[in-house]
């Protein structure tokens, strides 16, 4: 049986069983401020298991795309040492919201298991929760009867609270599950040793396949656990398990998810499958990565250096090092990998051809970066080396090389080996230890347990129409950071306030009391379907009827910004070409950002363009026109763009300005003619293929046209000329060029006359012809006076040193035979005697430079150096 078929018969088993099949929901998390990732088949439903919302089939199955390589459930590291362990996988499931129970999951489960799929029932274990004392929790027996009604009473096994015990965070809604596991050992192991005994054992052949969590009950944030109003079935099968189990292989890795790109692998990098172990974790690794990468690209993520695109980067990286250290890859190949995967998936999620080219540009320059920066980290390494006086390397300059560098701590260790070094392994663990610690407490958030004063499913957001209105607190907690201190979060049974979100942010303004008490709101945020307002005090009443008033500038501009975002997106397309797809976006109160699809630099021209597009629909005066309830079907008809990474419901809302229309849950202004005035401020690469434009309007951008227009008339006077100061300016430079040019020669010919006289002053000092001197140059004057030196001396050692607007330089040459032979390094040299001039520097061993903000100190580090080469043999 095929993966295809696999899927397919599991989502077409439950819609006979009358669940809703929904599409899965993108993999990076948009709006959800407590998750990165999509790491469960259950996030996209949170709001339903939390009663925020009502779902419109209580019956539902999907194919989830998942990530597991951040926070609680972290398996990065095991990926790739395994064969079952994964940072992508696909998780099967169905659920049920307050409908069907334990009965039914339990006995459809089975059904599927071994009437449709056919596994041999004699390979299949269950595992029941035991209860907890800690929770006062007695044995999951409703569960254990069911299972006892369909299997022997000895496949029944008693989990305890880690394994069979499901919950969604500290807090919120949880309850016990029951686990299916799968013998898949031949019949002469499972004689010598029974299955049982290796369930949850990590065993490789003795795996979970399926998990069917009870949900009913919410634990508060004390700890304490109460019964749910509704009772949910939430469940979820590994796919990539299951296939493993269906098409009777032993390894994940050797099911047609994977074996397609693991022949590609093979076929790039020439290294073979199965034949050495450091071999097939390496292939392993990069056959499951390129599937995170790629999905998570697909769904509007690029690599970058914080949050979640600092995850995608940490992700392909550790592919790329497994590849260039155990594959012998030294240029990119793993974006080659992309068309397969595309092929193989693409069916199943259209996202993956449909981005199919921004995969494998973003890859293939993240690939090229850090390739580059792996050969950076070689070069270090041996200077961490050169500076070692034992054989065990410092572990807090190896954590450094890791940090600052990104250079891998198990490449640092397998070089150290090769070399005859060893890591100080537990000085890099503290180092990195410290500094989680550090990012943990920066980000931990402690929440109370929300106090409801009323029930209402669905807090009405009614700030399309109205910046001001009557409402009343339907609950509220208080949340601590570091951060932020002490915070609370207020939710009303109706608001003006938008909540951040498609790029927009979060309004401001305030509560107004009957009394006159005011609290102001400092932000706006959604979560788990409901509008959260941040305040930092709480009102004194709670059960009162206040008024909520927005920030009336602050919604302007931001709306200003917004629509300018829809023209932009028109404007790039109209001028670009239709390929042009935005790829994400902020939308501030005094500025917006663009990131948009498109293979190369934009020209001056086309960037006026661009602008005069805008503007000429801003002088349009175009009427905004919004339909708030339109079927996505009808919409999409209409030509209404829709947002990269978004997950729409059944029904859309549209905003419309003359020919641009989209999909959009933001805030916009009346008539384009409100905006005034659009200005692109920059553009500029994000990744490959991707651009990102930055812009203003409304009173920023009058503000900026004032600034330049005053920078213009100040730099007329400065000028002393009321002429064309560009014509000024140039003639300026040429000048400047002009005397630059003969400067430098002056101080060419300075060097020169110098050299001979430096000549004549060396010491013979242990056959190393050394000499330590200030001078009065330049930097690049020095550093051509130390080759010319260097092409006539041999064994030559100089140092340096010149002093220049209060401030130092050192600059060392060794030539490299000596550096050779004696062990000298001119980089670790000015980095020692640099401290003298209360600086430091650093090179190659032959050439280096340090800079100081002590002149006073060259005397010292001249003196030092000479000590140096005495203590040289």
């Given at each position: 049986m095929t993966s295809q078929e696999v899927r397919l018969q599991f989502l077409n088993f439950f819609k006979e069983k009358n669940h809703k099949i929904v599409p899965s929901a993108p993999m990076v998390m948009k709006d959800d401020p407590t998750l990165m990732f999509t790491n469960a088949g259950m996030n996209q439903f949170k709001e339903f298991f939390l009663g925020n919302s009502i779902p419109k089939s209580k019956r539902v199955t999907d194919t989830q795309k998942c990530l597991r390589v951040s926070g609680k459930h972290n398996d990065l590291e095991e990926v790739g040492k395994d064969?079952?362990?994964?940072?992508?996988?696909?998780m099967l499931g169905n659920w049920s919201f307050g409908?069907?129970?334990?009965?039914?999951?339990?006995?459809?489960?089975?059904?599927?298991?071994?009437?449709?799929?056919?596994?041999?029932?004699?390979?299949?274990y269950v595992s029941v929760f035991e209860g907890s004392d800690d929770d006062n929790l007695e044995l999951d027996q409703e569960a254990y009867d069911l299972w006892k009604a369909i299997v022997p009473e000895d496949r029944i096994i008693m989990g305890n609270k880690k394994d069979n015990f499901w919950e969604m965070g500290d807090q919120g809604p949880c309850g016990p599950c029951s686990e299916i596991h799968v013998d898949l050992r031949s019949k002469e192991e499972k004689a010598k040793v029974p299955g049982a005994s290796l369930v949850n054992q990590d065993d490789p052949l003795v795996v979970e396949i399926w998990n069917l969590v009870f949900i009913q009950y919410n634990r508060k944030a004390n700890g304490s656990l109460e019964d749910l109003p509704e009772k949910h079935i939430d469940t979820g099968m590994g796919f990539e398990r299951l296939c493993m189990v269906l098409q009777n292989v032993k390894s994940n890795y050797d099911t047609d998810v994977f074996t397609p790109l693991i022949r590609e692998i093979e076929t790039i990098t020439g290294h073979k499958y199965g034949k050495k172990e450091e071999t097939n974790i390496a292939i392993r690794v990069v056959a499951d990565h390129i599937r995170a990468v790629a999905f998570a690209i697909a769904d509007g993520q690029l690599p970058s250096n914080t949050g979640a695109g600092y995850v995608i980067r940490r992700i392909l990286r550790r592919a790329i090092r497994y590849g260039f250290t155990f594959l012998e890859t030294k240029q990119p190949f793993i974006y080659r990998?992309?068309?397969?995967?595309?092929?193989?998936?693409?069916?199943?999620?259209?996202?993956?051809?449909?981005?199919?080219?921004?995969?494998?540009?973003?890859?293939?320059?993240?690939e090229n970066s850090f390739l580059s920066t792996l050969e950076q980290g070689l070069v270090l390494l041996d200077s961490v080396i050169a500076s070692s006086k034992s054989k065990t390397i410092d572990g807090e300059k190896a954590f450094e090389l890791y940090d600052t560098f990104g250079f891998p701590i198990?490449?640092?260790?397998?070089?150290l080996q090769e070399k005859g070094y060893q890591l100080d392994v537990e000085g890099f663990e503290k180092a990195l230890k410290a500094q989680k610690d550090r990012s943990r407490a920066a980000s931990e958030v402690s929440k109370d347990d929300w106090t409801v004063l009323q029930q209402d499913a669905e807090q009405e957001f009614v700030g399309y129409d109205t910046l001001e209105s009557n409402v009343k607190l339907v609950k509220y907690r208080k949340v601590s950071s570091k951060k932020e201190g002490d915070q609370y979060q207020l939710v009303f049974n109706l608001t003006p306030f938008y909540a951040e979100g498609g790029g927009q942010v979060g309004d401001k303004g305030y509560l107004e009391a009957p009394n006159g008490d005011v609290v102001y709101i400092v932000d706006t945020k959604k979560e788990n379907n409901e509008i959260v307002h941040f305040a930092e005090d709480l009102p004194k009443d709670v059960s009162g009827t206040f008024k909520a008033v927005v920030d009336k500038e602050q919604r302007f501009h931001t709306a200003c910004n917004h629509t300018a975002t829809h023209l932009l997106h028109?404007?790039?397309r109209e001028i670009l070409g239709t390929h042009v797809e935005q790829k994400g976006s902020a939308v501030h109160s005094k500025y917006l950002r663009f990131d948009f699809s498109h293979f190369s630099k934009m020209t001056p021209v086309e960037l006026r363009d661009v602008e005069n597009f805008v503007n000429a629909r801003i002088a349009g005066q175009l009427p905004f026109e919004e339909n708030r309830s339109i079927p996505i079907k009808d919409a999409m008809e209409q030509g209404a763009m829709a947002l990269f990474g978004e997950k729409y419901g059944d029904t859309v809302r549209t905003v419309r300005f003359g020919q641009s229309i989209e999909l959009c849950g933001g805030t916009h202004v009346k008539n384009t003619a409100d905006i005034w005035h659009f200005k692109i401020v920059s553009e500029g690469a994000v990744a490959a293929g991707i651009r990102r434009i930055e812009a203003i309007t409304s009173e920023a951008a009058k503000e900026f046209f004032f600034k330049n227009n005053q920078m213009l008339f100040e730099i007329k006077d400065v000028l002393n000329t009321s002429q064309d100061p560009v014509k000024a300016v140039v003639s300026l430079q040429e000048e400047n060029a002009s005397l630059r040019k003969q400067v430098e020669q002056l101080l060419k010919d300075k060097a020169k006359g110098l050299k001979n006289d430096l000549i004549a002053e060396l010491k013979d000092i242990n056959g190393i012809q050394f000499l330590g001197k200030k001078v009065d140059l330049d930097a690049g004057g020095i550093k051509d006076l130390a080759f010319e030196m260097g092409g006539q001396v041999t064994n030559l050692f100089l140092l340096l040193a010149s002093e220049n607007d209060g401030k130092a330089i050192l600059s060392c040459y060794i030539s490299k035979d000596l550096a050779s032979n004696k062990g000298l390094n001119a980089g670790n040299i000015v980095r020692e005697l640099g401290k003298h001039i209360q600086g430091g520097g650093g090179g190659q061993p032959f050439f280096a430079t340090a800079g100081g903000k002590n002149p006073s100190g060259i005397p010292a580090a001249l003196a030092n150096a000479e000590e140096l080469v005495r203590a040289t043999r």
């Open positions: 064969t079952y362990h994964h940072t992508m996988f696909e409908d069907y129970f334990k009965k039914e999951a339990i006995q459809w489960a089975w059904e599927l298991l071994t009437e449709v799929y056919k596994i041999d029932k004699d390979s299949l990998l992309v068309n397969v995967l595309s092929e193989r998936m693409g069916k199943a999620f259209p996202e993956l051809p449909k981005n199919h080219q921004l995969i494998e540009n973003v890859i293939k320059e993240e198990d490449l640092t260790s397998l070089i028109q404007a790039l």
